[in-house]
């Protein structure tokens, strides 16, 4: 298929929890972004794994150029490898109707912001998700790709609509420090878009920020999620709206909560999937994937 290269991993299969950035060399040496490709995460010297746990995954890039697709494949593929994990890369959305590679799959993850999708390939991919596989990404390339299509929405679990004031220093909070995603993980400042977004209330928020309303008076004080995790059909799906550069991933922190929820999605992290009810409501909860 156009568009489609295939990496195998030659490192071990290995069930590498959370914590990674431990066995990661940050800033000097290991996320260096140069002008225009970012190098890639590399591990260090780690523990033996706990056990196999080989992963198939499906890397997609691509859409809109300012989100420098390019350079997050040169972050993100190179450490999806160094776990073990099986990684196709494709810069083409056909690969979504491939039927048989996305029945393989363990995960997606998506670098594709704005842009249109052809039906057979939405379709592919929402099925692929609803059956299972998960997904994950960040900023425009999950939460704001194809914004006609109201189903791929409901499947990231929000849309970007505004970021008032456009790249600028602002506090991401972390709200559930119990969850394995952000266990260890303190509030931290990103220098990046600030995204006003439209939410599912249905997603497990674990971070969020607050506008000052310096360039919206109107959304002074408003409070919006910023990673969540929940779930589509059987499929675990991660998003998280900081990182607009590459450079955004010389913060540990950020880099962390992302390598987590890559791995919660893909299901090598696990966490408590059931969907909480909504403030003030006495509804059941609803059960995660099994």
Known sequence: MQGQQTHRSTTPAASR?????GRLTVAAGILVVGASVASALLPSEAPAPAGPSEKKVLFVYGGWPGHEPVPCRDVFVPWLESLGWDVTVSDSQ???ADKALMGSLDLVVQVWTMDTIGKENLAGLLEAVRGGVGIAGWHGGLGDSYRQETEYQFMVG????AHPGNV????VEIVDKKDPITAGLSDFTMHSEQYY???DPNSTVLATTTF???????????TMPVVWKKVYGKGRVFYCSPSHFPESYESSTMLQFVLDGIQYAAGDLKCDDSTPPAKG?????HPGPG
Do not use: C, N
């Open 94 to 96: 056909d690969v979504y």
């Open 168 to 171: 600028m220093d602002y506090t």
């Open 281 to 285: 409501s006495t509804k059941a909860t």
């Open 17 to 21: 929890r959370r914590r990674l950035f």
């Open 158 to 161: 929000g849309q970007w609509v």
């Open 212 to 222: 000052s309303g310096e360039h919206a008076p109107w959304i002074d004080k408003a």
């Open 197 to 199: 977004m439209h939410v």
